[in-house]
């Protein structure tokens, strides 16, 4: 029958190596801040674990046996690998160390956010950032699935099971023909825009976008006319410029 591993704690091991480098286990219990006696059973104990005695006991202390010497060097690693290991593993939570992994929207990708991501790098250098851009649906659903550590939305909705925290806001900017008459203006109210007609695009983030104008226009009694064109961002502008929407 195969021999079972022996179950050692950590306290065995670092009461050992506090014997053997103080010589003596009064010593050794004044530095540990433990009774004599504790330390002595704890080092007996380790000894029957391992089937070997490590200490050669003497009235004057303690000296190690052959097979001491070889484990304190082990001994020594042990402690020091769970030492490093616990270190890595509290930078890692105090977000020092590792990777965070971040969804965006692409609509606020600079700005704020920018500045915020630049401002963390600066502080946690050693963090490794990964960027991941989508819908607000889609972050929603890697947050729940812990795909995602944390992600950056417009909007003030509340997700299931996903804890949120209003962070910033922006100004909204409207998009008009040079020959629009409120193009000359420098500022528009919501109920300016009432009676305008509205182009999006059918991605991200065109839904939110239409969402949010219903929500504010319908607010002040307005029904706006939304166009929904199946090409990006970008191409929306000279379609604005046409004035054709």
Request: charged share 25%.
């Amino acid at each position: 029958m195969a021999k079972q591993p022996q179950i050692f704690e950590l306290c065995h091991i670092r009461f050992f190596v506090a014997v053997a480098e103080h010589g003596s286990f009064r010593k050794a219990a004044i530095v540990l801040g433990r009774n004599q006696s504790a330390v002595s059973r704890r080092v007996a104990d380790l000894e029957d674990k391992i089937g070997a005695s490590l200490f050669n006991r003497h009235t004057w202390g303690v000296s190690l046996t052959y097979a001491g010497q070889r484990f304190l060097r082990r001994a020594r690693r042990i402690i020091k690998d769970i030492g490093d290991s616990a270190a890595d593993i509290g930078a890692i939570g105090r977000s020092e160390a590792g990777q965070v992994r971040i969804g965006i929207f692409s609509s606020i990708a600079s700005g704020f956010l920018a500045d915020l991501l630049r401002a963390y790098h600066d502080r946690h250098s050693s963090v490794q950032l990964e960027l991941t851009d989508g819908s607000p649906t889609e972050h929603a659903a890697a947050i729940r699935g812990f795909t995602l550590d944390v992600a950056f939305l417009t909007g003030t909705q509340s997700w299931v099971d996903c804890d949120t925290e209003h962070l910033w806001s922006e100004g909204v900017f409207a998009v008009l023909p040079e020959e629009h008459p409120l193009a000359i203006r420098q500022e528009l109210d919501w109920h300016d825009l009432g009676d305008e007609s509205f182009i999006v695009n059918d991605v991200g983030p065109g839904q939110e976008i239409q969402d949010y104008l219903v929500q504010r226009l319908a607010g002040l009694g307005h029904h706006p006319e939304i166009r929904v064109h199946g090409v990006g961002r970008d191409n929306l502008l000279p379609l604005v410029a046409l004035g054709r929407v």
